[in-house]
């Protein structure tokens, strides 16, 4: 893993890495909005009281098609939103 934040001084500069990755995986940040924004695969980790921007009961953006959504279940239960991401990603990569 390679650590660019030392590098990262504005949105073009964050746009431009986003640009280069396969998929972002992130919270409830600019981040999560920019990679949307960009059309970049992402997948946005979100709370049990996440932002109104994400609605609710949904794996889906409709701001952001190419968004997934993965909501813990129970709040302050990270380990099941990892557990589902690590899946997803698994399925996504095709290994076990």
Do not use: N
């Amino acid at each position: 893993m390679l650590d660019l934040s030392d590098s990262l001084t504005d949105f073009a500069d964050t746009a431009a890495v986003i640009a280069q990755l396969d998929l972002v995986i992130t919270v409830c940040t600019s981040v999560s909005h920019l990679a949307g924004a960009l059309g970049a695969p992402v997948w946005v980790l979100l709370s049990t009281s996440a932002d109104w921007r994400w609605l609710l009961d949904r794996e889906d953006s409709p701001w952001y098609p190419s968004a997934r959504l993965f909501r813990q279940e129970k709040p302050d239960d990270w380990s099941g939103v990892a557990r589902r991401a690590r899946e997803a990603l698994q399925d996504m990569i095709g290994s076990p």
